[in-house]
């Protein structure tokens, strides 16, 4: 006979504090599962709560189209939806999607991240997680909307919802679902991201470590604030004029730019294939196209690509961020800063004031971002490389990044992997040596310290640069690997092509990746070109013969110095480190101990 609510309820609690203790989880679960588990129907579900979460329906939806969600799955499942509530302020809604039966689970859990302001639900995941026998799960953050910052006005315990809290009250209940469907408690817990779904990947493994087992971080903005002011150094530079205004410099400036990079430095990895696989090994000068040079650019338009390429620097010269690199120029997006109310945002949550004319604030690169970092870094910023927890607990992280990206600086990426070899080096020196070795750190410490604890580092956590890759996918190079970045075709999600596939052999048996195979498809589906990805600071190498739109045609090597610096104190080994991956290390070390404040 089945159970009533109230014996059902009191059988989830016992049944799931059973299962939270046997796997040492500490998720503080309330509500768990019952021990007659396999007798459970969909429908049971909705009894099941966590510390803040409650199940408003749960029912079971067949292969098709799903209502309200734009999707059609491929299989039947059971359609959880429920709401978090962290504080009185908070509406996290969400939905868990589970195989029918547990012969059709794979024993995986697959938690989805979501870029920009997020605001909805990402079925698209769902209904590829649930085909591929995932439990899956996603939410809309906090609130509803898209990308603009009207949600951010007065309402702070709903940008800590979206900034740190949304993913783990989700998490939680999507095992807590999953133990009390199948009697059984999730065997893998797996999150995806890219961009702010990258900075959510990235603050998972710093602040609740044993969470997850495998997480892939795509284009992180973990350095949440300072990327923040990027966007708006990019609006202040493409359309310096007024919101949505006139761009800078035309679509097709742009473009003929990048084919100028194109042609002097294409070839320069050994390899004219219409793609730089480091920009870092292009020496093109913009100023041979400005008016001392062949005139194609204005005196304005050549200040308008040098400061692109420079990053944000405040009103007295001090560079804060790095910016946008050679070859990325017909993918930068001018309308990017207004189209994500990004001003209204800091105006909203630093100032508390409706409108914030930030093209116009005195101080913007000075005073108002000192201010926005000091505010918003405690709900948003993820830049710590202290990732000891996430280590002892057995985690892997996979971090991927697209040189052409010009939304969040490719560099950033690099620079958080110098941070985790040199935390590797100070992790147990006192707090007062650690501070005076960060202090005086240069790019030859860095790369120095990355030559020789980098394969300590891989042990956990592989960084995979991607040529010609725009921000989350896109521009002209092979990007379809999942993870955040575009999908491949389901043929293709396997370890070999695919990230989040990769991922689940390093986690379950020990296999790390040594190389990922990105593709690029045509407007069918069909195969243009694959190329491997190698762990940083390994490059895919021509290896002399076969096409090279084969992965088969390249190995992955170590670089060669691209150039010889003038510097003494700069690196000319493979790792090619600079000033900016040193303002990128040094600003996640120096917040090593960032953890979230109380939920």
């Known amino acids: 006979m089945p159970l009533d609510a109230v014996s059902r309820r009191i059988a989830v609690r016992a049944f799931l504090a059973r299962s939270a203790r046997s796997a040492g989880c500490g998720l503080g679960l309330i509500?768990?599962?019952?021990?007659?588990?396999?007798?459970?129907?969909?429908?049971?579900?909705?009894?099941?709560?966590?510390?803040?979460?409650?199940?408003?329906?749960?029912?079971?939806?067949?292969?098709?189209?799903?209502?309200?969600?734009?999707?059609?799955?491929?299989?039947?499942f059971c359609r959880v939806q429920g709401v978090a509530r962290p504080s009185a302020d908070s509406e996290i809604k969400f939905e868990v999607w589970l195989p029918e039966t547990a012969a059709a689970w794979t024993g995986r859990l697959k938690v989805n991240g979501t870029g920009g302001y997020a605001g909805a639900v990402p079925f698209t995941r769902l209904a590829q997680d649930i085909g591929d026998g995932f439990v899956t799960a996603g939410s809309n953050m906090g609130h509803d909307g898209g990308e603009n910052a009207s949600w951010t006005l007065g309402r702070p315990e709903k940008v800590k919802d979206w900034g740190l809290r949304a993913h783990y009250s989700v998490t939680t209940a999507a095992k807590a679902v999953s133990a009390a469907l199948y009697g059984r408690p999730v065997q893998h817990a797996y999150f995806e991201g890219c961009s702010n779904g990258g900075r959510q990947a990235l603050m998972m493994a710093q602040n609740y470590p044993q969470l997850f087992d495998g997480i892939v971080a795509g284009a992180p903005s973990n350095f949440y604030p300072d990327l923040l002011m990027w966007l708006l150094w990019t609006g202040k530079q493409l359309t310096p004029s007024a919101p949505f205004g006139p761009p800078a410099v035309s679509e097709a400036k742009r473009q003929a730019v990048t084919a100028r990079v194109l042609a002097a430095c294409d070839a320069q990895d050994g390899l004219a294939d219409g793609q730089l696989t480091s920009p870092r090994a292009c020496n093109f000068d913009i100023e041979t196209l400005g008016p001392a040079g062949d005139g194609t650019l204005s005196a304005q338009e050549l200040a308008v690509f040098q400061a692109m390429y420079e990053g944000t620097t405040s009103e007295t010269g001090e560079r804060k961020y790095t910016g946008a690199k050679l070859g990325s120029e017909a993918d930068w997006s001018p309308l990017f800063a207004d189209n994500g109310g990004y001003g209204n945002f800091i105006g909203h949550y630093v100032y508390g004031v409706p409108t914030f004319d930030w093209r116009n604030a005195p101080g913007l690169f000075s005073t108002v971002y000192a201010d926005a970092k000091?505010?918003?870094?405690?709900?948003?910023?993820?830049?710590?490389?202290?990732?000891?927890?996430?280590?002892?607990?057995?985690?892997?992280?996979?971090?991927?990044?697209?040189?052409?990206?010009?939304?969040?600086?490719?560099?950033?990426?690099?620079?958080?992997?110098?941070?985790?070899?040199?935390?590797?080096?100070?992790?147990?020196?006192?707090?007062?040596?650690?501070?005076?070795?960060?202090?005086?750190?240069?790019?030859?410490?860095?790369?120095?310290?990355?030559?020789?604890?980098?394969?300590?580092?891989?042990?956990?956590?592989?960084?995979?640069?991607?040529?010609?890759?725009?921000?989350?996918?896109?521009?002209?190079?092979?990007?379809?690997?999942?993870?955040?970045?575009?999908?491949?075709?389901?043929?293709?999600?396997?370890?070999?092509?695919?990230?989040?596939?990769?991922?689940?052999?390093?986690?379950?048996?020990?296999?790390?990746?040594?190389?990922?195979?990105?593709?690029?498809?045509?407007?069918?589906?069909?195969?243009?070109?694959?190329?491997?990805?190698?762990?940083?600071?390994?490059?895919?190498?021509?290896?002399?013969?076969?096409?090279?739109?084969?992965?088969?045609?390249?190995?992955?090597?170590?670089?060669?110095?691209?150039?010889?610096?003038?510097?003494?104190?700069?690196?000319?080994?493979?790792?090619?480190?600079?000033?900016?991956?040193?303002?990128?290390?040094?600003?996640?070390?120096?917040?090593?101990?960032?953890?979230?404040?109380?939920?």
């Open 31 to 76: 509500a768990l599962g019952g021990a007659a588990q396999a007798a459970w129907q969909c429908t049971d579900l909705v009894v099941v709560t966590t510390e803040d979460a409650t199940i408003t329906s749960a029912a079971v939806v067949p292969p098709g189209p799903v209502a309200g969600a734009n999707v059609n799955a491929d299989v039947g």
């Open 374 to 599: 000091a505010a918003l870094t405690p709900v948003t910023a993820a830049p710590s490389p202290d990732l000891r927890a996430f280590r002892a607990h057995g985690g892997k992280l996979i971090q991927v990044h697209g040189w052409n990206d010009s939304v969040v600086a490719p560099d950033g990426s690099i620079g958080y992997f110098h941070a985790l070899t040199q935390f590797e080096k100070i992790e147990r020196l006192p707090t007062r040596l650690q501070d005076a070795v960060i202090d005086r750190l240069s790019p030859l410490d860095l790369a120095v310290t990355s030559l020789v604890l980098g394969d300590r580092v891989r042990q956990f956590h592989r960084l995979f640069m991607m040529p010609a890759v725009g921000h989350c996918g896109g521009s002209t190079g092979p990007s379809a690997i999942g993870g955040g970045m575009p999908e491949p075709p389901k043929a293709l999600r396997k370890p070999e092509t695919h990230v989040v596939s990769a991922l689940m052999k390093w986690v379950e048996q020990g296999v790390a990746p040594e190389k990922i195979v990105a593709t690029r498809l045509d407007a069918n589906g069909n195969i243009l070109r694959q190329r491997p990805l190698c762990p940083y600071p390994e490059q895919a190498v021509y290896i002399g013969k076969g096409s090279v739109d084969r992965a088969d045609s390249f190995a992955c090597r170590l670089p060669l110095p691209a150039r010889r610096s003038q510097r003494p104190d700069e690196w000319t080994g493979p790792f090619d480190v600079n000033d900016g991956d040193l303002l990128h290390a040094r600003n996640a070390l120096t917040q090593r101990k960032l953890l979230l404040p109380d939920r």
